[in-house]
């Protein structure tokens, strides 16, 4: 949302405009409107936005329309094919959508960080990124890291539904799957 990307904007400044910011939804395709809903309550600490899939926005609720850009894209404008490549993506649910548009990943050196939220039973997102040429990690709130590769090992750590828990998957070979490899038998 707008204020959001003003705060983002003013870290870019503060970090001497080391990294570019894009006002975009990540989505499968770029180029689509994408409508984001959020609590007139809302502070810059809360995560209370979602986009809105069919229909219209609730009427209790803010909104904003923003153009949508794939992972692909992004990485075709910002990122060399040479470099390795750290994702942090936090996209409301929205996960598999915005993964479908990051098929340049493949061939690259990657980490990608993301959320399989407690009440998500079907762990949607695990199970799209478990079809990725990619070994899996789950971090504790206590640092402790462990190796994930099936579902069910995912669903034992998720005990809390109203909690997300954070994934790290690595391209095979890579530097970050040596060194996730390398904490998870520590």
């Given at each position: 949302v707008t204020?959001?990307?003003?705060?983002?904007q003013d870290n870019r400044a503060l970090n001497g405009g080391r990294f570019s910011s894009l006002q975009k939804a990540v989505a499968e395709e770029?180029?689509?409107?994408v409508v984001i809903q959020y609590s007139r309550l809302a502070t810059g600490a809360n995560a209370g936005a979602s986009l809105v899939q069919e229909g219209e926005p609730a009427d209790n609720l803010e909104h904003e329309t923003v153009e949508s850009i794939s992972i692909d894209d992004v990485l075709e404008e910002f990122v060399p094919a040479?470099?390795?490549?750290?994702?942090?993506l936090d996209v409301e649910g929205m996960e598999v959508p915005a993964l479908r548009g990051a098929t340049r990943l493949a061939g690259r050196d990657w980490l990608l960080i993301y959320e399989d939220h407690g009440n998500d039973v079907s762990c949607r997102a695990t199970e799209f990124v478990l079809t990725l040429d990619a070994s899996l990690f789950l971090?504790?709130?206590?640092g402790?890291?462990?190796?994930v590769d099936t579902l069910d090992?995912?669903?034992k750590f998720k005990t809390d539904s109203r909690t997300g828990y954070n994934?790290?998957?690595?391209?095979?070979?890579?530097?970050f799957e040596k060194r996730l490899a390398e904490a998870a038998s520590a």
């Open positions: 204020r959001t990307f003003r705060a983002l770029s180029g689509e409107r040479d470099r390795p490549v750290v994702l942090k971090v504790t709130r206590q402790k890291v462990h190796r090992r995912v669903r994934f790290f998957a690595a391209s095979r070979g890579g530097v």
